[in-house]
């Protein structure tokens, strides 16, 4: 039964450690208590959470706050060379990739413990280690918040690109993901692993699922903090993305600079060596910091205001624009 609570603190559902209250609270576990939440709430402001991996909240919100927590993973049908699965949009996303590993079904190992929900996800169109979610997804099942119909977004309606899909741009706040359908690939399927890391850490090992998936974990797990002893919500910026014409200025001051051609007119550069570049890594004032491995991440050392980390991340931008003249968009949603 949905049960709605009071002035609860949101400190155990956002990865930062952030300490500010909700007016209310509910944790929906079907479609059909979300239904009746948006229902009940109506004309309230509300805050849609999901692993709470991917927010920064500033101040106590003044709505009611909304945990997606429907469970259950189903292989809907098979043929021999793929399986789809629907996955609720509460499953964690890291419980699915394990998942998919027991099944032997290929095709989010290179995914494996990234932070969030499933249903979070395909909003940012979530990447790590040369792919891409939207590799994977073959559709989106959503509710829309003001009809409270449900609708389906084919992987070609869902517009994914670089950190970003339909739901983060021309529908943003409009749609909540329920569940997501996706085609994952029966053995043996062609695995990537041509990201330089990967391939140091798994030299001569046999190239399965398992041992990529392994690469993985143990690629993030050296780099990036785990949010449960370090407060941190990945990486804070997205790479920005550059014209060949600002680009050529850069690589002419820095040949070093590592970058990714996009296509012809565009080139990304990782946003974390522009902060390493101006001297922020390890950085820290106060109760927050750059982290001191992966400069892309800001932490949270212990009671840090979410007004804290933005007024740090600002700095960052600011350092960056005057070193670089390269304006840093931050890929964490702001509260
Ligand atoms: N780099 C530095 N200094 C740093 C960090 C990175 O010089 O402090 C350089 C590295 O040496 C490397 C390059 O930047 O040459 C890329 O670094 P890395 O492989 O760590 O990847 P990234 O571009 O910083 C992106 C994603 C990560 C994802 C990794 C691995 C974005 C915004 N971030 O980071 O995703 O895990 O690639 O594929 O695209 C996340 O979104 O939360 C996240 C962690």
Known sequence: MLKIEENVSLLPYNTFGIEAKSKYFARVCSNRELIEVLTQFKNTPTLLLGGGSNILLTHDFDGITVLLSSKGIAIQSENKKHAI?????????????????????GGIENLALIPGSVGAAPIQNIGAYGVELNAVVESCQTLNRKSLQRHEFSNKECQFGYRTSIFKTQ??????????????HKMPHSLECSYGAIEQVMEAKPKTIQSVAEAVIAIRKSKLPDPKTLGNSGSFFKNPE?????????????????????NPAQVKIPAGWLIEKAGLKGYRIGSVGVHDKQALVIVNYGKATGIEILQLSKHIQSEIKNKFDITLEPEVNII
């Open 85 to 105: 699965v629907t996955v609720q949009s509460g499953e964690v996303w890291h419980d699915f990739v394990l998942w998919a590993l027991n099944n032997n079904l």
């Open 171 to 184: 529908l943003k706040d409009q749609h909540i993901i329920t569940q997501v359908t996706f085609k994952l």
């Open 242 to 262: 550059l014209t060949n014409a600002q680009f050529t200025i850069l690589q002419n001051q820095y040949p070093e600079v590592p970058h990714y051609i996009i």
